[in-house]
Nanobody
């Protein structure tokens, strides 16, 4: 069964850090483009980072320099290290993949496989 499971969310103060994990089962993450997305209340789902099959990462301007995406092929898991967190980073964070996608994309409509999401709240 194909499955993506996010974990690592929580409450953190502004300026703090969190590391999100996205564990896959039923397929190998390194065979697919993987994206991290987030959705704040009342807002559309936003693509923030993605990693290609060869490990190249791309970031949205809103997180560039603060977030780092990585992949551990042995654990079949991708990570999102989030540093210097801001209140505007508060959202539900999702990882996603799609078997047809052959290029990095920040468009959520390009992805069919989604995790359940993990809540990140940045507040003092």
């Amino acid at each position: 069964q194909l499955q993506l499971v996010e974990s690592g969310g929580g409450l953190v103060q502004p300026g703090g850090s969190l590391r999100l994990s996205c564990a896959a089962s039923g397929f190998s993450l390194d065979d697919y483009v993987i994206g991290w997305f987030r959705q704040a209340p009342g807002k559309e789902r936003e693509g923030i980072s993605c990693i290609s099959t060869i490990g190249r990462t791309n970031y949205a301007d809103s997180v560039k320099g603060r977030f780092t995406m990585s992949r551990d092929n042995a654990k079949n898991t991708v990570y999102l290290q989030m540093d210097s967190l801001k209140p505007e980073d508060t959202a539900v964070y999702y990882c996603a993949a799609d078997p047809r996608l052959r290029y990095v994309s920040f468009d959520p409509h390009d992805y069919d496989w989604w995790g359940q999401g993990t809540q990140v709240t940045v507040s003092s």
